[in-house]
């Protein structure tokens, strides 16, 4: 079975930074794609940014050029580093994981509820919170 165990939420001031980590076991499949998903309150679900396992990267609009995903040689831990943070950036994020085909399908998607893609996923987090203010 998949774990997805974040760490590195907190508190930011606008125009900071933070790094948020995502720490995988369990995978079985092959073309895994890992990434982050996101939502304020009262706002959708949003896949922020994705990173394949060959290193292509994915970002939603909003967050390119301050944002940025890396994972370590063992492809095991996924870090996305937010710079230059906004107030819009404040939200509970969730790493979560697929196949690399479907996590593509879902770039640019917005849901209701996380809850609504997190059961379409092989792979969710806890949640990790993010407040910029």
């Known amino acids: 079975q998949v774990q997805l165990v974040e760490s590195g939420g907190g508190s930011v001031q606008a125009g900071g930074s933070l790094t948020l980590s995502c720490g995988a076991s369990?995978?079985?499949?092959?073309?895994?794609?890992m990434g982050w998903f996101r939502q304020a309150p009262g706002k959708q679900c949003e896949l922020v940014s994705t990173?394949?396992?060959?290193?292509?990267?994915y970002y939603r609009d909003s967050v390119k050029g301050r944002f940025t995903i890396s994972q370590d040689n063992a492809k095991t831990t996924v870090s996305l580093q937010m710079n230059s943070q906004k107030s819009e950036d404040t939200a509970v994020y969730h790493c979560?994981?697929?196949?690399?085909?479907?996590?593509?399908?879902?770039?640019?998607?917005?849901?209701?509820?996380?809850?609504?893609?997190?059961?379409?996923?092989?792979?969710w987090g806890q949640g990790t919170q993010v407040t910029v203010s």
């Open positions: 979560a994981a697929d196949h690399a085909d479907f996590m593509i399908l879902l770039a640019s998607g917005t849901w209701s509820e996380c809850e609504t893609i997190r059961r379409s996923l092989g792979a």
């Open positions: 369990g995978f079985t499949w092959t073309n895994v794609c």
């Open positions: 990173i394949s396992r060959n290193g292509t990267t």
